[in-house]
């Protein structure tokens, strides 16, 4: 059995999953080379199944990568081609809304509009539609109007951007990161926020309060049957109750080092996975 795990040429930060889950493809006898979306020397028409993980320079082009997204989905493709599309653009975030879903307050800045939206809120946080971890991704005060102006002009000159007031909850109780494995929720880290030249920095892993995991379960609901992998990114509302940050089914981080056998379960999946073909 085989199987290419997607990465990048140059990555830009460590990839904290590439080492459990090497050691898991081992213990599981499939061979997973780590091969680069962006390597002009890879063969991607080869009909071998992709695993997408650390492709995480995909913002800086997204055409390209959507482009490589269709040509490596002519063979199995994890996740599924038409659920890393549509992941891919934030906007998801307003469909999360409409389905009830409880989601961090967005306003949505098309490409070519700079009008800063006002939000009732004491610091805001300005980032584009289309980012991997920090890319983009800054926060203001309210009265520094000039400056996000500024960042939000200079991001819809290339794309659409969000815009969000800052929640305050991830400074003390943190961003929850609810991690997916094959049909269920398997473990939870608390992440603190980072923005523009920023380290992540991590803890965990915490047990899944009954309402994270409820939303975490209706945000998931309609893919919930058809990714192998993904994770919800949650932060408490001023009533201290939880919503959506961000769904990441592309290339999430999914800290299998955190739990002990994530790694070999997300490989035990793919193996039944392969033993369809």
Known sequence: MNVRVATCVALPEVDVD????????????IAAPLVAW???????DARVPTLLRS????ALAVDDFLAWIDRAAASPLWNPREIVRGNVHKRYLLELAARGVPVTPTVLVERGDAHLPELDAP??????EVGAGSLGART????????????????????????QPYVTSVD?????????LDGELSHAIRKTPRFAGQ?????GPFPIAAAEREVAEAALAPVADRILYGR????????????????????????????????????????????KL
């Open 123 to 128: 610091r805001i946080v300005i980032k584009p």
């Open 140 to 163: 203001f005060q309210a009265d520094d109007r000039a400056a996000a102006q500024a960042h939000l002009a200079a991001l819809t000159a290339h794309g659409a951007a969000l815009v």
């Open 55 to 58: 492709t995480w320079n995909y």
């Open 38 to 44: 962006d390597d002009p020397r890879a063969d991607w």
């Open 232 to 275: 919800v990114d949650l932060a408490r509302d001023e009533h201290d109750e939880p919503m959506v940050m961000e769904l990441e089914l592309v290339e999430p981080s999914l800290f299998l080092a955190r739990k002990p056998g994530a790694a070999d379960r997300l490989v035990a999946r793919i193996a039944r996975e392969l033993a």
């Open 172 to 180: 003390g109780y943190g961003e929850r990161s609810l991690v997916w």
């Open 18 to 29: 590439e080492a459990p889950l090497a050691e898991a493809f081992a213990r599981a006898g």
């Open 199 to 203: 380290d992540e920095r991590i803890d």
